[in-house]
């Protein structure tokens, strides 16, 4: 696994996962209704979201985007608003980007602005450095909101795979979307 660069944008640090990030992940990656288009269920403990956070086997690099702008003062849980990760799809330079919002976080435009800087990222960074000369993303086909996220950015809806797999939920369509380093523009 590559190391992790902290990245900044207006109002969040992008930073690698600590610990602590569990319980401020929990309270959404908990909830039924927050996990429905994952490939697995809700989580039932923290112990168990830990050990999916960090399992060593993931090849994927995690950041955890944390309020910067100083209007959250309560603590380290809440200041915590979302979970954006890249791993290395089918070969080296293609990687495949995901991305969670913490639920109470929800609609205050944090996958847009961290979706971005993430994006940024990647396409800066030399394909041997972990960077990417294209991003795909799978999308469970009624999670409209991450959608409207990608084409937002530019993606292509490459492919439509009916019937496709089979999660928590049942038979799932996804759509596999891409965007080659040459398309993007900055967003």
């Known amino acids: 696994m590559r190391d992790v660069a902290v ?3 207006d109002r969040f640090t992008m930073r690698p996962l600590r610990d602590a990030d569990t319980a401020a992940l929990f309270p959404t990656l908990s909830d039924a209704e927050q996990c429905h288009y994952l490939t697995r269920p809700e ?10 956070l960090t399992d060593p086997n993931w090849p994927g690099r995690t950041w955890i985007a944390v309020d910067t702008s100083g209007s959250v003062t309560d603590s380290v849980t809440d200041s915590v608003f979302g979970r954006f990760v890249a ?11 995901g ?6 976080r929800q609609g205050q435009g944090v996958a847009s602005e961290c979706t971005r800087a993430l994006i940024t990222h990647l396409f800066a960074l030399p394909v041997a450095d972990g960077g990417a000369r294209k991003l795909i ?3 469970d086909t009624r999670n409209i909101a991450s959608v409207r996220l990608l084409e937002k950015f530019g993606f292509t809806r490459e492919a439509h795979l009916r019937e496709h797999e089979t ?7 996804v759509y596999f979307y891409g965007l080659l380093r040459s398309e ?4």
């Open 7 to 9: 990245l900044n944008t």
């Open 87 to 97: 791993h290395t799809a089918h070969e080296e330079g293609v990687l495949e980007i």
């Open 43 to 52: 989580f039932a403990s923290e112990e168990e979201l830990h050990g999916w």
């Open 137 to 139: 993303a799978e999308v």
């Open 184 to 187: 993007w523009s900055g967003g």
């Open 167 to 173: 999660t928590h939920i049942g038979l799932c369509d």
């Open 99 to 104: 991305y969670i919002v913490c639920a109470d």
